[in-house]
């Protein structure tokens, strides 16, 4: 049986036009946060195409719902908010910082532990894996000039200067 898609290994820039133009219209027109977007969630088909993957925890914006995602790529707040045990305020900025984050984690390669969700908080170490992350993305999340301003352009979920940005990377 052959498989339908292929893990990403590298990303493309008509890979990036595809998947930010792809979050606007879900952001824009259907309301609808991905929560988990992470290098393990982008596919490639047979035609080459990218694909965003697992869309299982989706929400619409605005919802309450629990926490779910990579805690890796979550933006700050996200993790101020699991800190403080406090409510998500889920929306198209989130996508687009965990995209950043996984962008980031995906051309350096830095070493950073992955844990899974359930045994973080199995193991009781939550808070000390939030603070681990934290402090990581406080010194890795800017180092340049240019990834502070995609920080910028994603945190003011600006797409069409987001994707300009990124292109430019390529």
Known sequence: MTPLCMKVKNLRKEDIERI????????????????????????????????????????????????????????????????????INYNPRMDLICLVRSLYLMFHNPVMERFSFDKVLENGNFKERLQEIKTFWSSHGNSSEWWATIYQEANEANYDNLLRNLINFF
């Open 20 to 87: 930010i133009e792809t979050l606007k219209i879900v952001h824009s027109q259907y309301h609808i946060i991905h929560r988990d977007l992470r290098k393990y969630n982008f596919l490639r088909d047979d035609n080459g195409n990218i694909l965003i993957a697992d869309w299982g925890y989706s929400v619409t914006e605005g919802d309450n719902m629990p926490f779910a995602g990579a805690l890796e790529c979550m933006p700050d707040d996200v993790l101020e908010s699991l800190d403080n045990n406090e409510a």
